[in-house]
């Protein structure tokens, strides 16, 4: 038969293998959430400097508005 403090300690010991345990997880899904969090910004520094080279060549060549302006399509 087990003593009060023996029983105590094993509850002590189960709760902190728990904790551990839980730990463990969490520090595993911060992990993945990090990963995740610097692929999201490399995905969007992509796109914003793609953006950057559409406005750029955008302003270079701006798209007109007036028909006559435009180019003969390539049939004539």
Known sequence: MSTPLEQRLIE???R???QEHALGE???A???ARDEEA???L???RVLEEVRQLRSAMAANPISADPSQEPPPPHY
Do not use: G, I, K, N
């Open 12 to 14: 002590l010991e189960t």
């Open 16 to 18: 902190l293998a728990f």
């Open 26 to 28: 969490m520090s595993d």
């Open 30 to 32: 911060l992990a993945a």
């Open 39 to 41: 692929r999201t910004a």
């Open 43 to 45: 995905l969007l520094h």
